[in-house]
């Protein structure tokens, strides 16, 4: 069982990219997934989650309107799609699965509700 995120790298500020995270072992349908961040010095926080009862979706204040989560069921994959990216959005992104039985909620933005971890994916916003 293993997650892994991918699709970091430097863009300017105002850019976009999208980060994916992809499953072996196990089928991601099942799971909500959680996208965190973690800056240096900063704790990890959560950015956004997707729920395995109905796709329905939660972001942080902080990436409202800029990002959006969605499921690719074909491909075993859950996407982050980032745009608008500023300075701030700066740090390491990992995605989590957990198997869920509630409604999301902020539940899903703790990283110690979550099972299986990717490894993580650096975004570097700067000019």
């Known amino acids: 069982v293993q997650l892994q995120a991918s699709g970091g790298g430097l863009v300017q500020p105002g850019g976009s990219l999208r980060l994916s995270c992809t499953a072996s072992g196990f089928t991601l349908d099942y799971y909500a997934i959680g996208w965190f961040r973690q800056a240096p010095g900063k704790e990890r926080e959560g950015v956004s989650c997707?729920?395995?009862?109905?796709?329905?979706?939660s972001y942080a204040d902080s990436v409202k309107g800029r990002f959006t989560i969605s499921r690719d069921y074909a491909n075993n994959g859950v996407y982050l799609q980032m745009n608008s990216l500023r300075p701030e959005d700066t740090a390491v992104y990992y995605c989590?699965?957990?198997?869920?039985?509630?409604?999301?909620?902020?539940?899903?933005?703790?990283?110690?509700?979550?099972?299986?971890w990717g490894q993580g994916t650096l975004v570097t916003v700067s000019s």
């Open positions: 989590a699965a957990v198997g869920m039985d509630n409604p999301i909620s902020m539940y899903y933005f703790r990283p110690s509700t979550y099972t299986y």
């Open positions: 997707i729920s395995s009862i109905d796709d329905s979706t």
